[in-house]
Nanobody, 123 residues
Framework: QVQLVESGGGSVQAGGSLRLSCAAS????????MAWFRQAPGKEREGVAS???????RYSDSAEGRFIIYRDSAKNTLYLQMNNLKPDDTAMYYC?????????????????WGQGTQVTVAS
């Protein structure tokens, strides 16, 4: 049974940094692609970054240059390093997993989801 548990969210000032973690269990972490999504109140869930089973990472325009997605297979953990945070980054952040190779930032193409961790950026 695939389980994804996010952590690391919190409240920061604009310009600050946070590192989100997603602990994965119940499957072979190396066989799955992973991604981060976010959803702000009243808005649709949007893709932030993805890291496929193999291949290149992918970022949304808003994340490019500020966020870094990476994974540690020894710890079965996905990370999102977020730098130079802006108030527009305020949202619930979710990690997602999909077996095989996937880099899409379309939420409907991902099967497994965590419960989310809240990020709030004050101006």
């Amino acid at each position: 049974q695939v389980q994804l548990v996010e952590s690391g969210g919190g409240s920061v000032q604009a310009g600050g940094s946070l590192r989100l973690s997603c602990a994965a269990s119940g499957y072979n972490f190396r066989d799955y692609s992973m991604a981060w999504f976010r959803q702000a109140p009243g808005k649709e869930r949007e893709g932030v970054a993805s890291i496929p089973k193999f291949g290149l990472t992918r970022y949304s325009d808003s994340a490019e240059g500020r966020f870094i997605i990476y994974r540690d297979s020894a710890k079965n953990t996905l990370y999102l390093q977020m730098n130079n945070l802006k108030p527009d980054d305020t949202a619930m952040y979710y990690c997602a997993a999909e077996e095989g190779v996937r880099s899409s930032l379309i939420s409907g193409l991902w099967t497994y989801w965590g419960q989310g961790t809240q990020v709030t950026v004050a101006s």
